[in-house]
């Protein structure tokens, strides 16, 4: 495959990873939270707990704007402000179990969208989406 060739499969393979996703992200309207609480909440239990100013970081905002979806969060119990111990001027931001439940319920729901559309593939399709799953996985380390 030559350069021209490669650089068209990326473009292809770009256009329809992201139409993939907005499909799916229709699926996060029954969580009941905006995109970008949803996606600090996916971020704090992925990778938290984190200061506010890691996941302002991380989710590419400013600190003021996190502080407003966090306190969003924090009003709705799906997330919690503990100071760290011995340390209490620093406060992680961390998960509730119900956000964790909420985060979940979620992803249930887009693994489900996403297995209504595989069920119209045939076997062999299915199988070869497989094999591409698995190449995408090693390009993603």
Not at 16 to 41: K, M, N, V, W, Y
Not at 66 to 71: D, G, K, N, P, Q
Not at 81 to 102: F, H, N, S, V
């Amino acid at each position: 495959m030559g350069e021209g060739e490669t650089r068209e499969l990326a473009a292809r393979l770009h256009s329809t990873a992201i139409r993939l996703l907005r499909t799916l992200r229709r699926e996060d309207d029954g969580s009941g939270l905006s995109a970008p609480r949803l996606s600090a909440l996916s971020v704090i239990v992925h990778a938290g707990p984190l200061s506010l100013n890691a996941l302002a970081e991380a989710e590419q905002v400013r600190p003021p704007t996190m502080s407003r979806i966090v306190e969003a969060l924090v009003s709705r119990g799906l997330v919690a402000r503990r100071a760290k111990p011995g340390d209490r001027r620093t406060i992680a931001i961390t998960a509730t179990d119900e956000g964790l439940r909420l985060l979940e319920a979620g992803r249930e729901r887009r693994v489900r969208a996403l297995v209504a559309r595989l069920d119209v593939l045939a076997d062999s399709e299915r199988r070869a989406l497989a094999r591409g799953v698995e190449i995408l996985e090693r390009l993603a380390r």
